[in-house]
């Protein structure tokens, strides 16, 4: 079983910028599809944009434009590019692989400030 781990949440003002960073332990090319999601406190987890072994990509209508995953096979990675962030992109971001299983990582915060 892979494990992913992210980085690069923080605190932005609105209108800026950050990029993700999930790590996958062992092989991306073991992982059939890779993505982002992302929760806030009551609220079920939704869907943010995957990318598939192919390198086709999927957004949500909320992020289309303005976000982009992306990954690099070298270093078993796979990024989320966020821009033009706004205040109700405050949410904690998963990072979710379909590696053989389904695996999740433990989530980055990312708050967006007006």
């Known amino acids: 079983q892979v494990q992913l781990v992210e980085s690069g949440g923080g605190l932005v003002q609105a209108g800026g910028s950050l990029r993700l960073s999930c790590v996958v332990s062992?092989?991306?090319?073991?992982?059939?599809?890779m993505g982002w999601y992302r929760q806030a406190p009551g609220k079920q987890r939704e869907f943010v944009a995957f990318?598939?072994?192919?390198?086709?990509?999927n957004y949500a209508d909320s992020v289309k434009g303005r976000f982009t995953i992306s990954r690099d096979t070298a270093k078993n990675t796979v990024y989320l590019q966020m821009n033009s962030l706004k205040v109700e992109d405050t949410d904690v971001y998963y990072c979710h692989g379909v590696c053989g299983t389904t695996n999740w990582g433990q989530g980055t915060q990312v708050t967006v400030s007006s």
């Open positions: 062992g092989s991306i090319f073991s992982c059939n599809r």
């Open positions: 990318i598939m072994y192919d390198g086709s990509t």
